[in-house]
């Protein structure tokens, strides 16, 4: 192992964290890949342990989304022949719910599209919330756009644990990904969240043509805001959207960008989300690379693993469920 990377784990056993230069200085040199995956996965079993937070997600309100997100297909500046539909009922969320809970998973998170809802459709996303907490023993989580603190604190009182609102990149590159709305506005919706007492779950996408640096500044900010669970999605390019040509990561990048997310937030939950069959055979290998949790099943428009075969793949990694 290099010197570089002795440094870092006692620096890291220590208790300390990285710097953006010490970061930065891992992405750049010329440094043996597994033996940094092997460094961050013995920093993910100090922190965190063998236990993989495993979660599921409803696409409860599909497309007709007035921001511009370049990689996104629900946005309505872009033509991606997506299922649009409005909020749905109580009962098909429960049902969904009530599945993916028969199936092994912990958490359960009901995710619609737009900027923010309508008063009527947030108050409907509260009555179908406090019937999942009497009708399951899921942990709950919401990702529904813009929210203030009020909208924060009703979640809480309906049994919401979890607010998930992604930054997605650093902010930085962030004018190149969105402009309708800005990076700000997204720091600001993680605030109110936090100040109601909710956890946050935050990440973003990687190879959005941003580069390293760019994810190690977002690793970092989300490290400053104390966010406890971060999602990485690798972009799926899209066809219809402004990403729709970007070239797909290769399996060693993404697998750096996850070492660095855990050797950068040692105490998080690094959470592999969307896109990761780009790693293709190598997928398991994430959770030997820092990753302890996964978004299960399907995504928001494209199809994911089933929740059997991530299980399976976890538990050959030598993790618990």
């Known amino acids: 192992m290099s010197q570089l990377l002795t440094q870092i784990e006692t620096k890291l056993e220590s208790g300390a964290l990285l710097s953006y230069e010490e ?10 890949t597994e033996a940094l995956l092997a460094l961050a996965n013995r920093i993910r079993q100090k922190y965190k342990g063998d236990h993989v937070d495993l979660c ?3 696409n409860a309100k599909s497309g007709k989304c007035a921001e511009n997100c370049k990689y996104c297909a629900q946005s309505a500046h872009y033509n991606t022949n997506i299922p649009e539909y409005p909020l749905l009922e109580k009962e098909r969320i429960v049902e969904e719910a009530k599945k993916n809970e028969a199936e092994g998973v912990h958490r359960f998170s009901i995710v619609t599209s737009g900027g ?18 009497q009708e ?14 009020e909208q924060a604190l009703h979640l809480k009182e309906a049994g919401i644990t979890s ?18 709305h800005s990076y700000e506005d ?10 109601a007492g909710l956890d946050v779950c935050s990440g973003g996408i990687i ?16 490290r400053e805001l104390g966010v406890p669970s971060i999602p990485i999605n690798i972009l799926n390019p899209i066809k219809g959207t402004p990403l729709e040509d970007m070239e797909i990561l290769k399996p060693e990048e993404i697998l ?7 050797l950068i937030i040692p105490h998080g939950t690094i959470r592999y989300a969307g896109g990761r069959s780009a790693l293709g055979q190598e997928q398991q290998k994430g959770f030997q690379a820092g990753v302890n949790a996964a978004l299960v099943g399907n995504y928001l428009t494209t199809l994911g693993n089933s929740i059997a075969d991530d299980i399976k793949m976890i538990r050959d990694a030598g993790l618990e469920v």
């Open 186 to 195: 997204r720091i600001t919706t993680i605030q109110n969240v936090l100040q």
């Open 23 to 32: 970061a930065l200085q891992l992405a750049e040199e010329s440094i043996d």
């Open 163 to 180: 607010y998930h609102h992604n930054i997605e990149t650093s902010r930085d590159f962030y004018s190149q990904i969105c402009d309708t």
């Open 56 to 58: 599921t997600i409803i």
């Open 256 to 262: 750096k960008t996850l070492a660095l997310f855990r």
């Open 207 to 222: 190879g959005m043509g941003e580069t390293m640096a760019d994810r190690i500044q977002m690793a970092l900010e989300l």
């Open 116 to 133: 923010k809802l309508s008063k009527k459709d947030f108050e409907q996303v509260l009555d179908t919330i406090a019937t999942l907490r």
């Open 136 to 149: 399951t023993k899921l942990l709950l989580c919401a990702s529904l756009g813009t929210i203030t603190f």
